[in-house]
């Protein structure tokens, strides 16, 4: 009873508190809408005009907005796996932006990312269905207090999608600068070398594997286009390193093909989901703090 009173008094004086201040609850919400809006037209011009800057620009977000936070509230379980993460990726950077390169340098980028991307997707199904396994009360056969599975699902499923659009950005910029290095591919314009038979555009090495073999680490992929990969090589750059053209002809390639079965679908819009969430971890900060700045210059409060 002396719980529920208490509530009741929070309540009665938060009434208080705001009663007479609708017309102005009414106009901070008109400037949220119309700045989310505004935000969102000017996020997709600019990233329709100016696509480099405009990731650069949103991986630095992704990168450094969620550090502030761990830091300010003392976060430090993710603070250490950012470190890790960052100190081993900046070496994968490192290594793929070299002058020249090296030939072993564009395998470790793939492996690298790839295994981040299925980590992150693993992280992200399990925290899925540790909420859900919560939300329908089935914690307590397993004696499992709701508080703590409900944390661990969340924070298993934060760590899956965060690491995965970092993972996803990061190889994305691996893949360009290594291709352009190797010389078969070219952002604009066209490519500075010649590709010869049994050579893999992305990695630039010998293809070893015949198309209708069946290799023990990997197999080697044909497109469309009639160009021939390594089939790591090909699925970091489509799935994970987001490219959806041949790297050597920049012929529009069938993702339908390069997915053999209805599990790996299951990835291909894990990826289109980490593409959203990108607005929502690197601008939605951005697009509050500017609602707060200007119902703050109004003297909205």
Known sequence: MTSFAGCSLQQEKMYKMHRGHESMHVEMILIFLC???????????????????YNLVTLLQMWVVPLYFTIKLYWWRFLSMWGMFSA??????????????????????????????????????????????????FNLFFKIKARDSMDFGIVSLFYGLYYGVMGRDFAEICSDYMASTIGFYSMSGMPTRSLGDNVCAVCGQKIIVELD???????????????VFHEFCIRGWCIVGKKQTCPYCKEKVDLKRMINNPWER???????????????????PVVIGIVQGINYSLGLE
């Not at 299951?266 to 939605?284: C, K, P």
Request: glycine share 6%; charged share 15%.
């Open 35 to 53: 700045t989310l809006v505004i935000a969102q037209i000017v996020l997709v011009q600019w990233r329709q005009r100016h696509g480099p800057s």
């Open 266 to 284: 299951t990835h291909f819009l894990y990826g289109q989901i980490l593409d959203w969430l990108r607005y929502l971890v690197a601008w939605q």
């Open 213 to 227: 073999e069946e290799g023990l680490i990997e197999n080697t992929y044909q497109l469309s286009c009639n160009h």
């Open 88 to 137: 081993i990726t900046s070496y994968i950077l490192f290594r793929a932006t070299r002058k020249p390169l090296s030939g072993r340098t564009p395998r470790l980028v793939y492996k690298w990312f790839l295994l981040i991307y299925k980590l992150s997707y693993a992280f992200g199904v399990v925290g899925y269905l540790a909420i859900m396994f919560t939300m329908c009360g």
